[in-house]
Structures are given as C-alpha cells and as structure tokens.
C-alpha cells in the first residue's frame, strides 16, 4: 500500500468562513490523489506545539508576538516538516491603518517569517509590500490567490444592463468599519433622489444599526439581510462594489466576476489587480470622484467587463490546484534530498 505525503493545515478558529471555505480545495480529487490532507485546530497562545506527523505543515493564522513561541515550538519539535504560512490577513493598507509602531510589528514579522520555509502570499500587492517592509523574496515567497467553491455563481444569467433602469449595486459583507459601507452609503446618499443607481447592501454585523440610521428615508438604498446564499443575492445585482479600507485580496470580487458582475472596487491590497478589462479601482474616500463615475455608469462597457470578469475566472479551480501541486510538490522533493543527503 503506497502511503501519501501528509499535509496538515492549522487554523486557530474553525467558524472563520472564508478561510475554512478554502480549505474545501484540497478535498479536489486532482489533490486528493497525490496528498493526503487533514485539518487541525490549535491554540497559538499555547507555548507548546503539537508533534505532527506530517510531511507538509501549512499555518493559516497571522503571526503577532503571542504566537511567536508557538510557531518557534512548532519548528523545533516537527524537523522533519516543510513549514508553510500562508498570509492572508496583513497588507500595506492594514498596517497603515492599524500599526503605530511599524519597526516593532516588522521586526515580529521577520522573527516569524524566519521559521518558515515558504510564505504564501494571498496577492501581488500584498507579496511587493512584503518584500519592501521585510525584505521577503523568492524563491521563498509566492502568490497563490485565494479560493473558495463559487460554481453557482458561473451558472447565474449575466445581467442585462438598461439605458432607461436603474443599475443596481450590490455590497455585501460583515458589516464593520473596516468594509467601508458607510462611505457608500453617503455617497448614494448625496447622489439624491434621481441617482442613476440602486444600493442593496447585504450582511450584518455590529455597525448594521448605524448604516440603517445612516440610510434612512433613501429609496435607493435597501438592506439584503444576512447573505447565506451569496448566488442569490448577487443574482439580484447588476455590479458589485468592494469599498473596503484594506483587503489583502479581496475573495468577494472574485465572485463576483465569475458571476460576470463588473466590479467597483477600492484601490486597495489585491483589489485593482483583480479588475484588469472587468472593473474599476476607484478611492471610496474621493466622494466626488466616485459620485462623477456612477452619474455616467449607463456609459461604461458594462457588458464587456461582464464577460470579460467571467472569462477570467472560469479557471480559478485549475489555477489554484495547479499552484498548490507546484508548490507542494517542490517542497517535497527539497524534504527528499535533505534525508538523502
């Protein structure tokens, strides 16, 4: 009986959808006939990690100072295993927004980096920060985009755009500050009652009160509630928008294009890479510049970036595998020599 090389992919919480969701990827058959793949859940505030009898370790939570010791303890007491992390949190936005003291946070990064053999980063964008801030290069980095099971959504009807309707955008989310629904918000707001456009904001979350308030009396504005269904409510949508303040990639515009709605994204992390000849990257905190835009959006090739976006993306599974195969693959034939050696 030929034994698989063994993955095992650590989370610190099992209820974090998306990355959880992705993790579904290494259940495709294409990956499941090369590797065998587990998922375990750990505590890093423990100073002491597990022993893993593992070929591969794949981390998926970000490193910080609790974790250092867990992460050096994974290290020393699994030698034998290739360590990966995959980075899909911090960005250069991210640290901008949430890091007063960047020569401290960057030097826990490098601490932390050290003890890997590879880093996963979730975006280009997000690979260029690195390099700058940390000085993480390849061959020791690599960009695998996220993934996440959205063949329901390359099966929704493309959208039929109308020079004489009002073009419904759709954001959905958690609803905090961080998603930058406030500022859409405002700007249907100040684009009054003849706006061209129809706001449906779907999710929930602690700021939901707020945006209601904030929304109030707006005919153009409605609530989606919770999105458990995320085909139905993008069904329901002529574009997507992301008007996050950071997001190291940003999955939501991935769905969206492969459910051939154009994106209106923020010029943030992974997000203006992602728009290519199917959006527009745009600054959500530039009311006027956003306004301009969606006062002539029955101009832009809207069918165009339709098909184009879901074109793009009618791959995503076979990129991703193909990635992940590359990379898994590589390590171990470098484990392979080591004990040859």
Known sequence: MTHLPKIIHLIDDISLGGVTKSLALFEHPALGRQYDFAIEQVDPDWAIAPRLNASVIVVHFSASW???????????????AK??????????????????????????????????????????AQADWLEEAV???????????PWSDMSDLARLE?????????IVIGAYGRFVDDKGFANLVSIINRM???????????????????????????SNISFYGQVDDVADFIGQCDIIAVPSKFEAYG??????????????VSSVGGLPEQCDAAGIAVD??????????????????????????RE???????????CWMHLLGGLLVQSNQKKVA
């Open 312 to 322: 793009e993306c009618l791959r995503v599974t076979e990129d991703r595998i193909e």
């Open 83 to 124: 360590l990966v992390l995959v980075e899909h949190s911090y960005s250069r936005e991210w640290e901008a927004l949430k890091v007063p003291e960047k020569l401290r946070f960057r030097t826990m990064l490098k601490l932390a980096y050290r003890i890997f053999d590879h880093v996963v980063c979730v975006s280009a």
């Open 284 to 309: 959500f905190d530039d009311a006027k510049v956003v306004i301009k835009l969606l006062e002539r959006i029955h101009y832009l090739p809207l069918v165009n970036m339709s098909v184009a976006g």
């Open 192 to 218: 009054g009652d003849q706006s061209p456009v129809q706001l449906r904001l779907g999710g929930f979350g602690p700021d939901e009160e707020k945006l209601q308030q904030l929304a109030a009396g707006n």
């Open 135 to 145: 000085d993480l290069r390849g061959p020791k980095r690599r960009v695998i985009y």
């Open 158 to 166: 493309r959208p039929h755009f109308s020079l004489t309707e009002k």
């Open 251 to 264: 999955l939501v515009a991935t769905e969206a294009r492969l459910a051939a709605r154009p994106i209106l």
């Open 66 to 80: 609790k974790t250092i010791p867990f992460l050096y303890s994974l290290a020393s007491r699994n030698p034998d």
